[in-house]
DNA sequence: TCGACAAGATTAATCGTTTAATCACGGTAA
DNA sequence: TTACCGTGATTAAACGATTAATCTTGTCGA
């Protein structure tokens, strides 16, 4: 019934005594008005603290100023961040942002698009989740993901940043580096690892981890034996995550090897707690704040162009951003024994 | 202009020759209606497509059906499942959610229920920052913090968390405990301290090591200095989030201390990545899911209880949600030397 | 046979904004 | 004097759903 949230645009009228299309466009700045009186409307709405109906204006207009964001999974680490970065660059620009969760299903991303869509979104920002298809929405649509992602929006230069860590470690000596990946289908971290792997010097050797598959033979937590790469001449760890740079920095120190003393380990995001760990962690950071703001600009962009059949993905002219590298404590350069040559390949008798 | 998002009541109305009244009675159940008529308007709706329009119903009914979350900050990486729970508890009653990040300042906290406020949420939802008085907003709000925080609504039940953790520690065999916080002004911090302490048996030691206050002395990310407590007696670092065992952990790694072999390490919150490091992390896990349900019940109750100028705090019945312990790897019985007497206190010559 | 009543459907008002179309009026040119 | 024009404001029609009030029929009892 009565749910008044406050003055409205009649109530106005009549305290001046004009009409509500005349308070409209005095506060809309459109039509042909006095100055005096735009003015006065303008301050009388002040002074009632005057806030448009975004149901009525949404009705009326078609658009709500909503824009739906659909994460992928919990999870992910980053999504504090993103959501954060979106929701700042989305409200700067007058539009509200409304998330729904897949809960890591694929099954639930279609679920949650749909309940963005029914709540009349006029956009929506996905990142998406492993290899998923993104469905056509018959609204305009951002993609978050990776360069290397069909219609992709914009995104990190996950590659560009793959390259920052490898000549990092190769700078510092490294020759003989292990990558740690969690999942082969992910387009993220494939360009991460072939970024580095690009830039690895003649004569170096770099094997790639795959934690998921390794967890499928010896079982879901079960240790890395990273122990045994390090035997085998690895002198150095890049994950492409800081949460398996963590899984791998605390498996060694727990085995007693000294990091970066003996090895070195690097990850990828710059998590929150990547700074205040022994040693603190050398990672690689996004510009999220660029990203959300170039996502939400490519998206208002083809919301604002009149079609509002507007649908499909949408791309931003700058669709890559550079990452950075942020050196701190579990990277040094490679551990030499007394003796040159240690234990390679062979085993020494 | 044109915006249509899909069919309205009245294409369906026209379809089938019946007033649009008629079709929206059919749908929603109310009114008088032969059941004949009903089935075939249904079939038509679904046949169709049909989905309301919020706007409209917004408009007419005064409720938008969305609900504000307002999140202290994104440092807190509890987020991901807060914002998760709330989410799926919300739109299993049919209520979508908006976020609002207060970028942890409180200013930004107030500017960010303003937002939501403009955009018609019905209620709000609220893990207020630090010490943060809230302010009355006009709309059903509920607070999820501690059970010691005035107007809370629900929350895990910090101070029972705490004394679970004390009593496996204490279980254990451990006597001189370090509990590590981070800043004395959070009621959560607070409650679980004091769950802590209450569970300390009588000639236990339990000293609080205050990481701000630590860090205003020693600088940001400096050191805890966490071997010297070793080296006068204390066998447990019991701290009040995974973060701050996490740090500690990688500390006593890094300076040689063997976890739990020589020291146990507990934490909060059973973080996502708790479970993944070497060791394991022991920790304390709230039931978010049911936090998240008990807090949107209580929300939606005050919304559709009919006064719509309901406004303040509400309660929930079930104000306090158990934790519970999550035994791991970084927790054993203390290290005991061959003399039974390892310095305990004064130094032996 | 008439009135009352219930069931089943319709009418019309309303929510608050936007916006195209229209109107009133004073000034200017013919 | 009259036609015309521009300025500054108003009128009124949407947008789509909800809902109280009303209308139409058919049935049943008196």
Redesign the interface.
């Given at each position: 019934?009565?749910?008044?949230?406050g003055p409205t645009l009649n109530m106005i009228a009549s305290a001046l005594d004009v009409s509500v299309a005349t308070v409209s466009n005095a506060l809309s700045g459109k039509g042909r008005l006095s100055a005096e009186l735009t003015k006065r409307i303008r301050d009388k709405a002040d002074e009632l603290g005057y806030?448009p109906?975004?149901?009525?204006r949404?009705?009326r207009?078609?658009?709500?100023r909503?824009l739906g964001?659909v994460l992928p999974d919990?999870?992910?680490?980053l999504?504090?961040?993103i959501?954060?970065a979106i929701?700042?660059a989305a409200?700067t620009a007058g539009y509200?942002?409304?998330?729904?969760?897949s809960?890591g299903s694929v099954a639930m991303q279609t679920d949650a698009i749909n309940?963005l869509?029914?709540?009349?979104v006029d956009g929506i920002l996905i990142v998406p989740r492993l290899g998923t298809r993104i469905v056509d929405v018959g609204r305009p649509l951002a993609v978050i993901d990776s360069p290397s992602t069909p219609n992709s929006t914009v995104s990190a230069d996950h590659w560009q940043g793959g390259q920052l860590v490898m000549e990092h470690l190769v700078s510092l000596g490294h020759r003989h580096i292990v990558l740690i990946g969690n999942n082969p289908s992910s387009n993220v971290q494939n360009d991460r690892i072939g970024g580095m792997r690009s830039r690895l010097p003649p004569g170096g050797r770099a094997q790639v981890l795959w934690i998921e598959q390794h967890e499928d033979i010896c079982g879901k937590?079960a240790?890395l034996q990273l122990v045994e790469r390090v035997n085998a001449g690895a002198t150095a760890f890049a994950a492409v995550s800081d949460?398996h740079a963590?899984?791998a920095?605390?498996?060694l120190?727990?085995a007693?090897i000294?990091?970066p003393a003996r090895v070195s380990v690097t990850g990828f995001d710059d998590l929150?707690?990547s700074?205040?760990?022994?040693?603190?962690l050398t990672s690689v950071r996004m510009d999220v704040a660029s990203i959300a703001r170039l996502a939400i600009e490519a998206l208002l962009q083809a919301i604002e162009s009149?079609p509002?059949g507007t649908t499909g993905a949408v791309t931003a002219e700058t669709s890559s951003v550079p990452m950075t590298l942020v050196v701190r404590q579990t990277t040094a350069p490679p551990f030499v024994p007394i003796n040159n040559q240690n234990a390679p390949e062979g085993e020494p008798a």
């Open positions: 019934m009565a749910s008044r949230s806030t109906s975004q149901a009525a949404a009705l207009t078609g658009r709500s909503v964001l919990i999870a992910n680490p999504f504090p961040q959501a954060q929701e700042y409200s509200g942002i409304l998330i729904a969760d809960r309940r869509i029914e709540r009349d937590g240790p949460l963590l899984r920095l605390t498996e120190q727990n007693g000294p990091v929150a707690w700074a205040m760990i022994t040693p603190a009149d509002p």
